[in-house]
């Protein structure tokens, strides 16, 4: 009997849930499908609808290592990682971007015009990509993290996230008033 040396292709039914699997334009095509829905369609193996993407480093990495998961009858699965968006054609780069701005929506600071204490809480006015924006945020490390080096990400109390990117960026009059009640 002779053995084959060659490696067996299986499907990601057949692969242990901690095996990683690295997506390539050759073996997979990423588009839309039945109602809008991101769909990839995996070479020899099957169409995955339903798929959404996340990322694996938002910060450091934002255009690679991106997880593209089917969440299936009984259990969400990862079809496989993106190391490198650029490397897939721009209209199935585009659809993952997409993906990826519906999952973390996210408003971008461009002015902070007041920050003060309402109801035990932070209340910010601020001005942000997408218009004007009152929020309130509670006082928590929990609340406010490291975004890169110098940027910063805050939380709501509805969960909703503001992005400063960096706070080197703001006027002294801005950093003053953000870092008056946000000083970690």
Not at 94 to 106: G, S
Request: glycine share 6%; with cysteine.
């Amino acid at each position: 009997m002779m053995m084959s040396t060659e490696p067996e292709k299986k499907s990601l039914t057949e692969l242990s849930p901690t095996q990683l699997r690295f997506l390539t334009p050759d073996m997979c095509r990423i588009h839309l499908g039945t109602h809008e829905a991101l769909h990839v369609t995996v070479k020899n193996e099957r169409i995955y609808g339903g798929v959404y993407a996340a990322y694996a480093f938002p910060v450091a990495h934002p255009d690679e290592y991106i997880s593209l998961l089917h969440t299936g009858a009984d259990e969400e699965m990862e079809i496989g990682i993106i190391r490198n968006l650029s490397e897939f054609p721009e209209d199935d780069a585009a659809l993952v971007r997409q993906a990826l701005a519906r999952r973390y929506f996210v408003h971008v600071i461009t002015l902070i015009r007041d920050v003060g204490w309402k109801y035990g809480f932070i209340h910010m006015q601020v001005d942000t990509d997408k218009g004007p924006i009152d929020f309130l945020m509670p006082w928590r490390h929990d609340r406010a993290f490291d975004y890169g080096r110098r940027g910063k990400v805050l939380i709501d109390v509805d969960e909703n996230r503001y992005l400063i990117p960096d706070l080197d960026r703001l006027s002294l009059r801005e950093l003053n008033a953000f870092q008056r009640y946000i000083y970690w």
